[in-house]
């Protein structure tokens, strides 16, 4: 089979995988060194009363604070600060509004949904003509920032109206009657692989190369024997796999495999799982492709046609009345569009009418969008909800809908466009934070420039770290390596991002991060003592480096058959074993 061939390829690329001690030592020092810095976050959310006062300067709140006074003398005692302060950045915010989103109001009003708007757009910025009623004020790659940014949040999702006509596939089992013998028979037949026995099952595999002398060959076999006996004394056999197994596809989910019958792996290996009892270890099986452990988690027994008569004939009951019941869902489709012409009515008249004459539950929705709360009438069933609620004025019926547990015919009634809000007071807040958040960004990120200069003036040849911490604050973590940054979030990953770029005792330019920007202070590369690294420490960074030239050897592979003849390969056991 070609899937034995191509398994065979597979192990001799990757029984050609080979790590040297220079590349373990290499490994070593990269996950092994630490890293001693310090390091100073300009936040955005430190600087949002710098940033109120820039935008809204004391000036212009005395003057609001005067006008509000004299506009309400009889509270003018209660009028405080703050309520000026307000009044100043509302009015801020109006301004944000009218200059960058009312401006798009044109292209957002009207619309069924922003999806492809981006694309209208720029088809319309292209534009020359003249006569043009959608102005173009922004570039198309501004403009699709705004929608994204801005827009989306203040967009009123289009809905829809609907009559809904629904069909339960219940109502129709009694029509299905008694399941001949000969249907139950061809169903168990049909679906044998779920009734077969089955196990699920893990395993770890040390190679054997086809072309490896006795000795290499007694060296593997020696080495999953010593595993065996440590896996039969108590060790775990997932983590095993994970440290020890070459085979890459299952190595990571700790040996797994999954549940298979037979038929799905190469013989040794698939008498050697079905034999074995749950959670049992297997002696040592030799395949094709090497040594294996095997370890069975859990057994399916097979079932037979009589443990399972009367799940087969609950399955094939449902599935003719799934028939009928869409058969008469498509009927009243069809029902509906010939009367509706032929009567010159709206469908979704016709459909309620039709609806009620055979007895099928009918409704008239509120108005909803497929992305907020729907018409308890669909279940559970969003995927009905979404082709319900593609019907439109050209196309306002629809075909029968298969949902979970019934099938449905629905009728557009009215569909009203989505439309960008008006600015009242929730719009005013949301553009308010904008402004002040973006403003506090800049403040942010330009403290990080001023300082950094401050710095650059004094820093000191020696204690560098020491000297940031005391006299401009800055944080001194422990030392780190690269798999523990001094912290798990978007700061720690901007300082490793910094260890290979920078100079021992140098600091670096503030670095932009979300909301802020960090500056970042190498102090010094602590060596890495390799003598002291224990043995099964150097089989980790062995199996790490044997891993990612692993991947490198398969990408290879792949490419280079894809010049050939381009198929389609499954890593990992499935691929090799034969599935």
Not at 202 to 219: F, K, M, W, Y
Request: aromatic share 8%; proline share 5%; with cysteine.
């Amino acid at each position: 089979r070609q899937d034995i061939v191509l398994g065979r390829v597979y192990g001799e690329v990757l029984a050609d995988v080979f790590v040297t001690p220079l590349e373990i030592d290499e490994q070593l020092r990269v996950t092994n060194q630490k890293f001693k810095v310090a390091y100073k976050v300009f936040q955005q959310a430190d600087y949002i009363q710098a940033a109120e006062a820039a935008l809204a300067p004391e000036p212009a709140v005395e003057e609001a604070l005067a006008g509000l006074k004299a506009a309400n003398p009889d509270t003018a005692e209660s009028i405080s600060r703050k309520m000026a302060l307000d009044e100043v950045l509302s009015a801020r915010a109006q301004d944000f509004f009218d200059e960058n989103i009312e401006p798009l109001r044109p292209w957002i009003d009207g619309t069924m949904s922003l999806d492809g708007l981006i694309d209208q757009y720029e088809a319309g910025f292209k534009a020359t003509s003249a006569g043009d009623d959608k102005p173009t004020p922004i570039t198309p790659e501004e403009f699709e920032t705004r929608l994204n940014k801005w827009i989306r949040p203040l967009y009123q999702n289009p809905t829809k109206r609907l009559v809904v006509a629904k069909i339960p596939v219940k109502n129709f089992a009694e029509k299905v009657g008694e399941i001949e013998q000969k249907s139950l028979r061809a169903k168990y037949e049909e679906d044998i692989q779920k009734y077969e026995k089955r196990v699920k099952a893990r395993h770890i595999l040390i190679r054997v190369a086809d072309d490896g002398d006795a000795e290499a060959e007694q060296a593997a076999k020696t080495k999953i024997e010593e595993l065996r006996s440590q896996l039969v004394e108590g060790a775990d056999f997932a983590e095993f796999a994970k440290q020890y197994s070459e085979d890459p596809g299952s190595a990571v989910r700790g040996g797994e495999l999954g549940t298979f019958g037979r038929g799905r792996m190469v013989k040794p290996f698939e008498d050697a799982a079905f034999a074995l009892e749950e959670g049992e270890i297997s002696q040592v099986v030799k395949t094709d492709f090497g040594y294996h452990l095997i370890k069975v988690d859990k057994i399916f027994p097979e079932k037979t046609f009589e443990d399972v008569r009367f799940d087969l004939v609950a399955e094939l009951t449902q599935e003719r009345a799934r028939k009928f019941a869409w058969d008469a869902a498509e009927d009243l489709s069809y029902q509906v569009f010939e009367h509706a012409d032929r009567w010159q009515k709206e469908a979704f008249q016709v459909l309620a009418e039709k609806s009620a004459e055979k007895g099928y539950t009918v409704k008239t929705t509120d108005f909803f969008s497929p992305d907020g709360d729907y018409p308890e009438l669909f279940g559970d069933s969003r995927a009905a909800v979404r082709k319900a609620y593609s019907v439109t004025e050209n196309l306002p019926l629809s075909e029968a809908i298969e949902g979970e547990d019934a099938y449905f015919v629905v009728a557009l009634v009215e569909a009203r466009p989505g439309s960008l809000s008006e600015f009242d007071e929730g719009v005013a807040t949301f553009c308010r934070n904008i402004i002040v958040r973006d403003k506090a960004e800049e403040l942010a990120r330009a403290a990080a420039s001023e300082t950094r200069g401050e710095v650059v003036d004094q820093l000191p040849e020696s204690d560098g770290a020491e000297f940031l911490e005391l006299t401009f604050g800055f944080e001194v973590p422990e030392p780190f390596t690269r798999l523990n940054p001094p912290t798990r979030d978007q700061v720690g990953w901007t300082v490793l991002g910094q260890l290979s770029e920078q100079a021992e005792g140098a600091l670096s330019e503030p670095v932009d991060i979300l909301g802020g920007a960090v500056l970042v202070y190498i102090a010094e590369r602590l060596p890495v003592d390799l003598a002291s690294i224990s043995k099964e420490d150097r089989e980790v960074a062995r199996q790490q480096v044997r891993q990612r030239k692993i991947q490198a050897a398969l990408q290879a592979f792949h490419d280079e058959l894809d010049e050939q003849s381009n198929p389609v390969l499954v890593e990992g056991l499935a691929g090799m074993l034969v599935r």
